[in-house]
């Protein structure tokens, strides 16, 4: 899988990506993740990229051409599956769309500042718009980061026990059950003797249960639709 992400501020994306399981991932070669900063395409001295909103209401908003530029810049280099763009009015992010778009070849994703961009690159260029949650960030980036680490960590070969990414929360519209490691006695605090059993077939059924109890507890909304 390849990432492209525009930006304008290219340092932000730069640790994030150079550590952990998005730095592994990378070495492996199973992703390439390219940070494109827009103002390679602004006009002026002084790489201008923005401007102000017409209608006269407060803010900037980046234009039109460094991003056009830019996006057919990447497109002619190769297709892409989807161009996203990072904004709180998109379609909240979930585990569903994670996964989906871990199954793509190429994609860009678009960090906007400010106000926003202009609504004509979103009509020409943009194929989702993506939120990571509702409130406002001073700009997409930490949503590019966060969607890549969704994306990327389900990958097939990036997290090592390649059973781990599909018992996460979420992959069953489930809670993911507590987890214990050693000691077993922690300060008279102690693992549930189940977990010590070694009756791997009722482990499974007490972790399922578990995951049923701490979703009815704490989101319902997700068993709704339930089969559980
Ligand atoms: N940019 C600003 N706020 C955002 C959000 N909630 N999700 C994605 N991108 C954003």
Redesign the pocket.
Known sequence: MRIDIITVLPELLVSPFSASIMKRAQDKGLVEVCVHDLREFGKGRYRHVDDAPYGGTAGMVLTCEPLDKMISKLTEERTYDDIIY???D?ITLNQTLANEFSMKGNLMMIC?HYKGIDQRIRDMWVTKE????D???S??EF?AIILADAIIRLIPGVIGDETSALSDSFQDNLLAPPVYTRPSDYKGHKVPDILLSGNFPKIEDWLHEQAVERTKARRPDLLNNDKH
């Open positions: 990072l904004t709180p998109g906007g993506i939120s990571i949650g409130y406002v960030l700009g997409g949503g």
